[in-house]
């Protein structure tokens, strides 16, 4: 897997972004977002149970992302259409305001080494690329555990000080001072 310190990889997907067939769909890429930071999260699968109750919570809190000055998006290996139909059928996926990325030959999944050996889906990874497109933070939790969404935002936070954070630094308070 891709860590900390490795290139994220060239991509260049259709995603769904919108809820609307006529606007439904957009070439998404990494010159799509030059400059910004970089939220990219994975999940397992389309119409599941897990994973519409973090990319909720992905759009609940987008505008603190955006805020930021990163870019949230959101991936699985299901197609742009099979991502419009979910976003068509639950409520609270109607109205991302994000791109639902379509990785459906994998390639992205494999380059990020999360493509998972058993179920042959993404894993359930986050991965935060600063503007230069260096991987600072990645995680990876099981298919069926979900991610803390309000963690990842704390994480950027974090890295976007370029200092020294302690243990459950929140925003506002105090770096670390090396004497």
Known sequence: MLSVGHSFPSFALKAAVSSDINTA????????????????????KDFTFVCPT???????MNKDFTDRDAQV??????????????????????????????DIKRELSQALGILDPV?????????IVDPEGIIRFTMVTDLNVGRNVKEVLRVLDALQTDE????????????????
């Open 164 to 179: 020294l954070c302690p243990c459950n630094w929140q925003k506002g308070q105090d770096t670390l001072k090396v004497a």
């Open 54 to 60: 973090e990319i909720a919570e992905f759009g609940k």
């Open 73 to 102: 998006l959101g991936a699985s290996t299901d197609s742009e259409f099979v991502h419009l139909a979910w976003r068509q059928h639950k409520e609270e996926l109607n109205g991302l305001p994000f791109p639902m990325l379509a």
């Open 25 to 44: 769909f957009q070439d998404v890429s990494n010159a799509s977002y030059k400059g910004k930071w970089l939220v990219v999260f994975f999940w397992p």
């Open 119 to 127: 179920e042959g889906v993404a894993q359930r990874a986050t991965f």
